[in-house]
């Protein structure tokens, strides 16, 4: 039997590497221009690629440890490909200690792990695995939730919504426009949220569950 096919997105600006033309024939990709990390595997994995090259730009000017925040605010599993050789040979701008202390940052002080790949067929091949882990193993669904914080009023709602089980953020603007308000979602019941297109009664049963349970103290609270 054929393997299910993952789905990825990918950010368009990734079209300057092979990476995007190796996965089209590998999954359901879906490139966009995304505002926060350069590809998504599922609702919590995100992953910033960069080359040897890009990345020890990014040191330079500012935009890594811009793009670990918004990976970090946006992710609760942000990941870093960092693709190819020579990090630390040929003419740098940047001393060594410099690039070494970045690594160590980017792992102690952000928490997010640094995968190295070889080159574009080896990075294609880890997003693949990632995405299989996470959406056929551990049947963790993907949806287009990687903006940047919503700035306004109905992106906020939205973004909300759709940290809600199996909710997308297509799904989270027809909750909006049926209900009206946040409100009326959360006190609905599940006759009401099987009413809406995409919700089926085991997600319904599955947001009532959610949001009624009562929040369980932990031994970490102590």
Do not use: W
Not at 1 to 20: C, F, H, T, W
Not at 74 to 94: A, D, Q, Y
């Amino acid at each position: 039997m054929e393997e299910p096919r993952v789905i990825i997105y990918a950010d368009k600006r990734e079209g300057n590497s092979r990476i995007l033309d190796i996965l089209k024939d590998r999954c359901d990709l879906r490139e966009k221009q995304l505002a926060v990390a350069d590809y998504l595997l599922s609702k919590r994995v995100a992953v910033e690629r960069k080359t040897c090259g890009d990345f020890i730009s990014s040191i330079t000017d500012g935009r890594l440890f811009r793009q670990l925040n918004e990976l970090k605010e946006n992710f609760k599993m942000p990941l870093m490909i960092l693709e190819g050789n020579g990090l630390f040979s040929g003419e740098r701008k940047v001393h060594p200690n410099a690039i070494r202390g970045a690594l160590a940052s980017i792992t102690l002080d952000y928490g997010i792990p640094v995968i190295k790949t070889e080159n574009n067929l080896d990075t294609a091949e880890m997003l693949l695995a990632i995405a299989k882990r996470e959406q056929l193993e551990r049947k963790k669904n993907i949806s287009l939730r990687g903006g940047k914080k919503a700035k306004s009023t109905n992106h906020r709602q939205e973004f909300i919504l759709a940290g809600l089980p199996q909710i997308s953020t297509q799904t989270a603007r027809k909750l909006l426009k049926h209900f009206g308000t946040l409100e009326k979602i959360f006190t609905s019941t599940e006759e009401e949220l099987t009413g809406i297109e995409g919700i089926g009664p085991k997600t319904a049963k599955m947001i009532r569950t959610l949001l009624t349970k009562k929040y369980e103290k932990s031994i970490l609270d102590d």
